[in-house]
């Protein structure tokens, strides 16, 4: 590679890894300074003042700060174990539906579930709130006529969680959807023609064929997912604010009310330092994992 060459592709590279490292890497690493620090958020950061792992060691305390977060966590590794398990294979049932050419309505059935995407979470979260009030919502009106009784949804701690993964499965499926679809465009339609002269059945053809040819793209799937559902912020601070008794109470919304209403800056960089490292860990387990499975 000629020198003029290299330096033409440093000088092209240079204003998008500028932006990339003023945008995110500085922002991770001063958070990561702060969670090593006794600091307000109603200070400068001049006024941090070092205390190393201390941060750390309250959030994982016996205290009720300790309680907190890891009630927190808890509430966030829930909310984000049931939307993959629900968003992933709704999204494989849809794309294999959407993708079958015969199947009538196929375009105008893509184009509904991915419109639910593009709706602002704010907006779906409103919209949300009012479909599960106890009394007025339709969600519990439809129960009726088949003769269930009204369900408590946000108000009881044992529903709350659950009825908030709902409102995301129904605006993140449509998007996830598409993704399967692009997975599926990829795979031959000889191999299937194949397999159905060897006599296999539509299961046998989606498990020996469609499932290993997706795994690629389940695993993108489950590394955005997974990366949407520890994000979770809207829904929580515009229906529950955490409640009831801290039931639906996730990271971020936590993170906020430590790091911003309580002020304790450094508690609060010390939670997203830890919810930042959680994250890479099961990022990384997913890719040994997919890489584990290929090379068997």
Same mark, same amino acid.
């Given at each position: 590679?000629?020198?003029?060459?290299?330096?033409?592709? *440093?000088?092209?590279?240079t204003?998008?890894? &500028?932006?990339?490292?003023v945008?995110i890497?500085?922002?991770?690493l001063?958070t990561v300074?702060l969670?090593?620090?006794?600091?307000?958020?109603?200070?400068? #950061?001049?006024? +941090?003042?070092?205390?190393?792992?201390? @941060?750390?060691?309250?959030? #994982?305390?016996p205290?009720?700060i300790g309680?907190?977060f890891?009630?927190?966590?808890?509430n966030?590794a829930?909310?984000?174990?049931l939307s993959?398990?629900?968003?992933l294979?709704?999204?494989?049932?849809f794309?294999?539906?959407v993708?079958?050419? @015969?199947?009538?309505?196929?375009?105008?059935?893509?184009?509904?579930?991915?419109?639910?995407?593009?709706?602002?979470?704010?907006?779906?979260?409103?919209?949300?709130?009012?479909?599960?009030?106890p009394?007025?919502?339709?969600? @519990?009106?439809?129960?009726?006529?088949?003769?269930?009784?009204?369900q408590?949804w *946000?108000?009881?701690?044992?529903?709350a969680?659950?009825s908030?993964v709902l409102?995301n499965v129904?605006?993140?499926?449509?998007?996830?959807?598409?993704?399967?679809?692009?997975g599926?465009?990829?795979i031959?339609?000889?191999?299937?023609?194949a +397999?159905?002269?060897?006599?296999?059945?539509?299961?046998?053809? #989606?498990?020996a064929?469609?499932?290993?040819l997706?795994?690629?793209?389940?695993?993108?799937?489950a590394?955005? =997912?997974?990366?949407?559902?520890?994000?979770?912020?809207?829904?929580?601070?515009?229906i529950t604010?955490? &409640?009831p008794?801290g039931?639906? @109470?996730?990271?971020? #919304?936590h993170?906020?009310?430590?790091?911003?209403?309580?002020?304790? &800056? &450094?508690?609060?960089s010390?939670? =997203?330092?830890t919810?930042?490292?959680?994250?890479?860990?099961?990022?990384? =387990?997913?890719?040994?994992?997919?890489r584990?499975?290929?090379?068997?």
């Open positions: 590679m000629s020198n003029s060459y290299r330096g033409s592709v *440093l000088t092209m590279l204003p998008a890894v &500028g932006l990339i490292g945008f890497f500085v922002p991770m001063l300074w969670s090593l620090q006794d600091w307000s958020t109603q200070t400068g #950061f001049q006024t +941090a003042r070092f205390i190393g792992l201390d @941060n750390f060691s309250e959030i #994982f305390g205290t009720s309680r907190d890891k009630r927190a966590f808890v966030t829930l909310y984000t174990v993959i398990a629900l968003i294979p709704l999204s494989v049932a794309g294999l539906l993708h079958q050419r @015969n199947v009538a309505g196929g375009t105008i059935l893509r184009t509904v579930l991915f419109s639910t995407y593009m709706v602002p979470m704010i907006a779906v979260a409103l919209v949300w709130s009012k479909l599960y009030s009394t007025e919502g339709p969600i @519990n009106q439809m129960l009726g006529w088949v003769g269930l009784g009204p408590p *946000l108000s009881s701690p044992s529903t969680l659950v908030i409102l129904w605006q993140q499926v449509g998007y996830f959807t598409v993704l399967i679809i692009a599926l465009t990829q031959p339609n000889s191999l299937y023609e +397999a159905t002269l060897d006599g296999a059945r539509p299961r046998q053809q #989606f498990t064929i469609t499932l290993p997706l795994r690629r793209t389940l695993l993108f799937s590394v955005i =997912a997974i990366i949407n559902a520890v994000q979770v912020f809207e829904p929580v601070a515009l604010q955490g &409640g008794v039931s639906t @109470n996730v990271l971020t #919304f993170i906020r009310r430590v790091g911003i209403e309580r002020a304790q &800056g &450094g508690l609060g010390a939670m =997203a330092v919810l930042m490292l959680s994250l890479i860990v099961v990022i990384f =387990a997913l890719f040994a994992f997919a584990r499975n290929d090379n068997e």
